[in-house]
């Protein structure tokens, strides 16, 4: 079993920082994958930011040059570093933890989710 724990989210004023932080825990055989989505309510649920095991960044067009992610492999936490805050930010943000599982019969990627946690941009 994967666990995903998040932490960091809150309520700011636009233009406000937030820093969100998500350990994993578990059997983890091999990462491909760490990263954040969002989903406002009403909306489906977005990526907003990605890394590989590579360190290869993926950033949604609307975050770009105000998010950064990074990760600590040695503690198994990925962050997300939120400046320059938007009310259009405002979203249930999702750690989430894609893995390379592999058997004998070959490998497959699955993922593992957070429980989500809130952040609220006010005007």
């Known amino acids: 079993q994967v666990q995903l724990v998040e932490s960091g989210g809150g309520s700011v004023q636009a233009g406000g920082s937030l820093r969100l932080s998500c350990t994993a825990s578990g059997r983890i055989f091999s990462i491909n994958t760490m990263g954040w989505y969002r989903q406002a309510p009403g909306k489906q649920r977005e990526l907003v930011a990605t890394?590989?095991?590579?360190?290869?960044?993926n950033y949604a067009d609307s975050v770009k040059g105000r998010f950064t992610i990074s990760r600590d492999n040695a503690k198994n936490t990925v962050y997300l570093q939120m400046n320059s805050l938007k009310p259009q930010d405002t979203a249930v943000y999702y750690c989430?933890?894609?893995?390379?599982?592999?058997?004998?019969?070959?490998?497959?990627?699955?993922?593992?989710w957070g429980q989500g946690t809130q952040v609220t941009v006010s005007s």
């Open positions: 989430n933890l894609r893995l390379l599982e592999c058997s004998v019969n070959g490998c497959s990627d699955v993922d593992y």
């Open positions: 890394m590989t095991s590579g360190g290869t960044t």
